[in-house]
């Protein structure tokens, strides 16, 4: 676990804040004015809340944008003896929102905090006024998910990989090393902007997998794909009617490794018909660090919009 005060070069300058709600001490940020509308940040595989640093800088002059780590990720605690299926962080969230009391929620997902965020709002769809997926599938119930899911992985080379090293027992050695291996790891997802790469950015996304007990996160998350460990929330009437009204946006970089936009993105337009889709040229998986500003103003300028 990242020490609360770390700021990594003033890269991160973000007042720490912590919740034991979910049954472990876990991380978030929380910037902007108090009555401000909230906009709740899920980040994915390997990251944590230092991917929506700029995020933060450009909403939080308006929104209160809150920013929680994962279970395993970031600034949050690693517990031993929990499980760390996409269930358990959709449990997760919703211990963590209900604890701070928030609505009237604009979700920003990026990758494996697709499925988390629409994991939350099957179970809690009064809670959410948007829904915004950035490089981050939005499953929901739609009949050809798995048929989706087995598609793109035939050409992932990140669930390429996942699949043959729990076959040949070399998943968790690579992923227990994690903080060692960061950088491949995110080049292997579809990391396009190498002039961010620094020493200070490498620390950053490479220190909370010090230790094997602190990549049980990240290896949770893998590994629930091959073995079948995953449980996507299915919707109940009510919840799918009351999603599908909100005001949505799709950004996707078309240069992403792991989730092919041909895959996932009919998967949002299953639900949000006629929401606005906008796709990325040379922008990879990781779009927040690709192309930061461009993905800051689409996302400031939707919100002013709906």
Not at 55 to 63: A, C, E, G
Not at 157 to 164: D, G, N, V
Not at 256 to 278: G, M, N, Q, V, Y
Request: glycine share 10%; aromatic share 12%.
């Amino acid at each position: 676990m990242i020490p609360s005060d770390a700021t990594f070069a003033g890269t991160f300058p973000l007042t720490p804040h912590f919740t034991d709600a979910p049954g472990f001490r876990m991380h978030y940020v929380d910037e902007g004015p108090r009555d401000g509308e909230i906009i709740l940040c899920l980040h994915g595989e390997p990251t944590w809340g230092y991917l929506f640093r700029h995020l933060i800088s450009t909403l939080s002059r308006t929104h209160r944008v809150v920013v929680p780590d994962h279970m395993g990720f970031g600034k949050s605690e690693t517990p031993t003896g929990r499980s760390y299926w996409l269930q358990d962080h959709v449990a997760n969230l919703e211990a963590f929102v209900a604890a701070l009391g928030l609505t009237g929620i604009t979700l920003v997902m990026h990758d494996f905090g697709g499925p988390v965020g629409m994991g939350f709002a099957a179970r809690q769809p009064d809670r959410i006024r948007r829904i915004i997926s950035a490089n981050g599938p939005t499953p929901f119930g739609q009949p050809d998910l798995f048929d989706r899911l087995t598609a793109n992985a035939a050409v992932s080379p990140w669930f390429q990989w996942i699949a043959k090293a729990e076959d040949d027992g070399t998943l968790e050695p690579v992923l227990n090393n994690l903080g060692f291996n960061i950088l491949s790891t995110l080049k292997l997802n579809g990391f396009e902007n190498n002039a961010v790469i620094n020493d200070t950015w490498i620390d950053a996304y490479g220190a909370p997998f010090a230790t094997a007990t602190e990549c049980l996160g990240a290896l949770g998350w893998a590994k629930g794909f091959p073995t079948g460990a995953h449980r996507f929330e299915t919707p109940d009437p009510a919840a799918d009617r009351t999603i599908r009204s909100r005001p949505a946006l799709a950004i996707w970089g078309e240069a992403d490794k792991t989730l092919h936009a041909e895959h996932f993105l009919p998967l949002f337009s299953a639900i949000f018909p006629s929401a606005p889709i906008e796709r990325l040229q040379g922008v990879g998986h990781y779009c927040f660090e690709d192309a930061p500003e461009t993905v800051s103003g689409l996302i400031a300028d939707f919100l002013r919009r709906t």
